[in-house]
């Protein structure tokens, strides 16, 4: 299996730009995270899915951000407008339904500057 | 509401001197716990975990961790760091029950002197 693939791996934007983020999680994992890591907060949990179903978002800084999973394939975490602090590296990472915890899987990240 | 906290943000140690990262938690009730460690452009990979139990549980690499249910804390060691072990390391707690998400530390970055 080719592990959880997140793309684009670095994004350069100017801020108020639209900014996309995309993951694959794993085949056959029907849970998926969306993190954020920055220097100052450490990794953050932004939300996460279950059967494609969000299931806790309270992690979601503000409105400007929005996170979608059309199917068990493909999710989305998109930033609109960006701003300078959003910048800090975006990781997704799957879990199969018989998996315990721990037994995340993430993807390489995405490293995001917002000018 | 579970939460980390890692104290130490940057920790620089000489290589095979002995090493303690240190981790408390808050939870209500026992929880789950777990090291994962970050090398350099890497996402994480699960050090070790503690689920119930002997509280002082082995993981890879020649890492172990140890529960202390008094103190909330769940601290990392390795008796004898190599260079190889420089990285980020995160610490993690999760509910026994409910929700079934990660909540992790800030993280603690270990560099290692020749």
């Known amino acids: 299996d080719a592990g959880v693939i997140q793309s684009p791996r670095h994004e350069v934007t100017e801020m108020g730009q639209e900014v996309t983020l995309r993951c694959k999680p794993i085949?056959?994992?029907?849970?998926l995270f969306w993190y954020r890591q920055t220097m100052m907060r450490g990794l953050e949990l932004l939300i996460y899915f279950n059967n494609n179903v969000p299931i806790d978002d309270s992690g979601m800084p503000e409105d400007r951000f929005s996170a979608k999973m059309p199917n068990a394939s493909f999710s989305t975490l998109k930033i609109q407008p960006s701003e300078p602090r959003d910048s800090a590296v975006y990781f997704c990472?799957?879990?199969?339904?018989?998996?315990?915890?721990?037994?995340?899987?993430f993807g390489s990240g995405t490293q995001l500057s917002v000018l | 509401a579970q939460s980390v906290t890692q104290p130490d943000i940057h920790i620089t140690v000489s290589e095979g001197a002995s090493l303690e990262l240190r981790c408390n938690y808050s939870y209500g009730a026992t929880p789950y716990l777990f090291w994962y460690v970050q090398s350099p452009g890497q996402g994480l990979q699960l050090l070790l975990k503690y689920f119930s139990g002997d509280t002082l549980v082995q993981g890879i690499k020649g890492f172990e961790a140890e529960f202390k249910r008094s103190q909330s804390s769940f601290n990392l060691r390795k008796p004898s760091v190599h260079w190889s072990d420089a990285a980020e390391y995160f610490c993690?707690?999760?509910?026994?029950?409910?929700?079934?998400?990660?909540?992790f530390g800030s993280g603690t970055r270990l560099q290692v002197q020749p």
């Open positions: 990472a799957s879990r199969a339904s018989t998996g315990g915890l721990e037994k995340l899987f």
């Open positions: 993690a707690v999760g509910a026994v029950t409910g929700r079934r998400a990660l909540t």
């Open positions: 085949s056959g994992h029907n849970s």
